[in-house]
């Protein structure tokens, strides 16, 4: 969902264009002009790191006064569950579809202005004998070994949950499952000095210091891999071929300084890429220094965050959720 802040940056840039200054338009929301935004605000609320419940809902972009300008236009038709279905898929997807939209609404459960408890359907629960990671990874992934020189099998499905840490958990648990040289790679971390001039080490933040830093929008500092596991791209490396951010590939050969893959996903799939090591900067606001990391931007995929996986098309996903998902929205 968009950010409140940006929301407002949109206005100011559009009230902001020579043409709408001239003409009067400065002191019209968004200088006159007509904005369509897609928003649906069931889906993943501004991420404020440590937010409080009112710091969010003050990020979220109906908090801002600019909303009061904005007419809310509604789909009604779900388009998905009616192609190519027959009367009794649709009217089967159609009460999940509701059951989905109820809980967003918090339509679903006690009425109660905290914690209320939704029951889930006993048809979408999964068995386990104790060991419910085991079992999350037999049902997404049956018979992974049989399957794993069959680039189909990974294109479609795969396993969510909230956090990396149980993201890594998870996929270092399938990786143990399967045989084969692991191969791992060490990223190069150094800092960026604010002061070119200054030409010696870095005594605070020394590489030891930065390897142990997993944040958005740079790959851990240690991937393990094999042939034939899925990965995914961080970054788009070349969006006029298909590789862009979070296509999907299969790896096929590993050398020193390059991957051999095939991409699995997309417009370009079965095609053979290769994949080098990148410079890259972490986008978290958090960390109060700038530092840079080569490493290949990919990660392995058998699991991912539920952040991630917006925009992805899965036909077989498991939810994981070894603890509470929901926040405030």
Known sequence: MMHRHCFEALDRSLRDIPENINNGSLDIPFGGKVVI??????????VIPKGTRQDIVYASINSSPL?????????????RLLHGSSSNDIEERSNFSQWILGIGDGTIGDINDGDVQVRIPDDLL????????????????PSLLDNMHDPTFFQDRAILTPKNIIVQEINDYVMSLIPGEEKTYLSCDSPLSSNSN???????????FLNT????????HKITLKIGIPVMLMRNLDPTSGLRNKTRLIITRMGRYVLEARVITGDNIGEKVY??????????????????????????????TINKSQGQSLKQVGIYLPQSVFSHG
Not at 37 to 46: E, T
Not at 290 to 303: D, G
């Open 213 to 220: 830093i997993n944040a958005s929008g740079i790959p851990n």
């Open 198 to 208: 200054v030409n010696r080490p870095d005594d605070v933040h020394t590489p030891e």
């Open 67 to 79: 909303w009061n300008h904005c007419e809310v236009l509604r789909l009604t038709t779900n388009m």
């Open 275 to 304: 994949i080098p090591r990148f410079s890259l900067s972490p986008s978290d606001s958090r960390i109060p220094f700038k530092f840079q990391r080569r490493q290949f931007p990919i990660s392995v995929y058998f699991a991912m």
């Open 126 to 141: 999964l068995t386990s004998s104790g060991d419910h990671k085991a079992s999350m990874v037999d049902c997404i992934y």
């Open 37 to 46: 935004l897609g928003c649906d605000f069931r889906q993943i609320l501004p």
